[in-house]
């Protein structure tokens, strides 16, 4: 058993108005109010942020935002900056989620900066990584996640790193209802903490906590969750719903 403490988190992406938001969020937080042993998170999207923190507050359940940029403040139409999100009371922030790469150009380098903006902030960075099904199937998946880990990590030192989570989300699994097999997502999770352990020493890599991603749903966290190096679950769809993500946040009942 490692003594890393398990993470569960929702990420809620374009989905929810605000009232929707709040209605979620106060559900869940009854919910969950007497799980015990793990950190809850759920991102909502920016226009809920400031609702649903006064809601959490005071709760199991902590707030996440679902991408930032690294600017201070400045001309920069459409974007958040970090102390917007610590203004709304917000912990963790989602850097480099596949559908940030994939649809709005996201590349190491912004994913670098933008890790950068977060741990200047004091929030905590949850960093995705994961190949699509064309590099698993040519067997590119193990250089795949060592390039995103070492690009998004570059320049740090082991000191900045000790609140980093690191999501593995294989894309093919995202939304598909395809999950990773437990053994697949061990393997990834396992080479993913050796890349850790390489570039910032063995400390860091063992209390790094490692979510899996991909189609997590009440009827596999359990599974998932007894595998060594998976210390807890990036949940989409299965979040939105707060009976269902509530579930998964009791996966040892
Ligand atoms: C995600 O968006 O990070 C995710 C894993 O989605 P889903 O659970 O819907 O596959």
């Avoid at 929702?10 to 979620?24: D, L, P, Q, Y």
């Avoid at 935002?65 to 403040?73: G, I, M, P, S, Y």
């Avoid at 998004?152 to 989300?169: C, M, P, R």
């Amino acid at each position: 058993m490692s003594n890393r403490r398990p993470l569960i988190a929702g990420n809620w992406k374009m989905f929810k108005t605000c009232s929707e938001a709040v209605e979620t969020a106060g559900q869940l937080v009854k919910l969950v109010a007497m799980a015990s042993d793990i950190d809850v998170m759920i991102a909502p999207p920016f226009t809920a942020l400031a609702p649903v923190s006064d809601i959490v507050r005071g709760s199991r359940v902590s707030l996440g935002a679902q991408n930032l940029f690294w600017e201070t403040e400045g001309a920069y139409t459409g974007e958040i900056s970090p102390a917007m999100l610590v203004s709304t009371e917000c912990k963790y922030v989602i850097i480099g989620h596949s559908e940030r790469r994939q649809y709005f150009d996201e590349t190491g380098e912004t994913v670098n900066k933008k890790i950068k903006a977060v741990i200047k902030n004091n929030l905590i960075p949850v960093l995705c990584v994961g190949e699509s099904e064309k590099e698993r199937e040519s067997k590119e998946t193990f250089s795949v996640l060592d390039k995103q880990i070492k690009k998004g990590l570059e320049g740090f030192s082991s000191d900045d790193l000790e609140t980093l989570v690191i999501a593995y989300e294989p894309v093919w699994a995202i939304g598909t209802g395809k999950t990773a097999s437990t053994d697949q997502a061990q393997e990834a999770h396992q080479f993913l903490r050796s890349v850790l352990e390489k570039s910032f020493g063995n400390m860091l890599a063992k209390s790094i906590r490692i979510l899996y991603g991909g189609s997590v749903k009440p009827n596999n966290i359990a599974e998932l969750m007894a595998m060594p190096d998976i210390d807890g679950a990036l949940v989409g769809g299965a979040s939105l719903d707060p009976e269902t993500f509530s579930k998964i946040v009791h996966f040892k009942k």
